[in-house]
């Protein structure tokens, strides 16, 4: 069993909060992959279904942010799983708004979910690093990501979720390369090249017509 734990704070309070874009993904996931229905578990919320071959388990703690490690914790050793079989979705102020990042093990930056999760079962777990942008200040950062993303954001937002969405049978792979491209699809598409603007052509030029005067009256009408 792979666990895909999606950071937030629980409630509606917090539903549209920068910190809660990994509860957005993983409801996402759920919903686009016919994952079963949300059961209370594991200090948590959770569905289980399939990505491609992999059976899955999304996970959104109730714990609150900076106990996030509980939930994480107890679903691991309930399914006997390592640290290697767990996905953590999480807001990254480090990220430009709608950029992406796919890392396997490393350090918490900081942000007190990863730092719970850190406690609980080490830091050898995957993380997608979602981009949310930084407000300028560090006494700011809190503030800011318990804030709602702004109407100017939904355009973004709305693309990156559905990104995750379309590559998370490749995230359960563990190919991430295929999975940042999905991502990408729906955040950076290719430009189609019929509508790339092509530059006409030179019109050709006239070809100079004969002449057909005579050589006195060529040269009488250089004296005109």
Request: aromatic share 8%; with cysteine.
């Amino acid at each position: 069993m792979l666990i895909f734990a999606g950071l937030g704070n629980p409630g509606p309070k917090y539903a549209r909060n920068r910190h809660n874009i990994g509860f957005m993904c993983v409801d996402r996931i759920a919903e686009d992959h016919g994952f079963g229905p949300w059961k209370a578990r594991f200090q948590g919320r959770v569905s289980e279904g399939r990505l491609g071959q992999e059976k899955v388990l999304l996970l959104k703690p109730d714990t609150f942010m900076n106990l996030s490690g509980q939930a994480v914790g107890e679903a691991m050793r309930f399914y006997k799983a390592d640290p290697g079989d767990v996905t953590v979705l999480h807001d990254e102020i480090d990220l430009a708004p709608g950029k992406v990042r796919v890392k396997q093990g490393g350090g918490h930056a900081g942000h007190n979910g990863l730092r719970s999760i850190h406690q609980h079962i080490g830091p050898e777990y995957a993380r997608v690093r979602l981009g949310v942008g930084h407000p300028g200040r560090k006494e700011a950062v809190p503030g800011y990501v318990l804030h709602d993303f702004a109407k100017a954001d939904e355009g973004w937002l709305d693309d990156v979720i559905r990104g995750v969405s379309d590559g998370a049978a490749y995230l359960a792979e563990g190919d991430g390369g295929r999975f940042q491209n999905a991502v990408a699809q729906r955040t950076a598409p290719p430009r189609s090249s019929k509508s790339a603007a092509k530059t006409p052509a030179p019109a050709a030029e006239r070809a100079p017509e004969e002449d057909t005067r005579s050589a006195m009256q060529k040269l009488l009408d250089r004296f005109k």
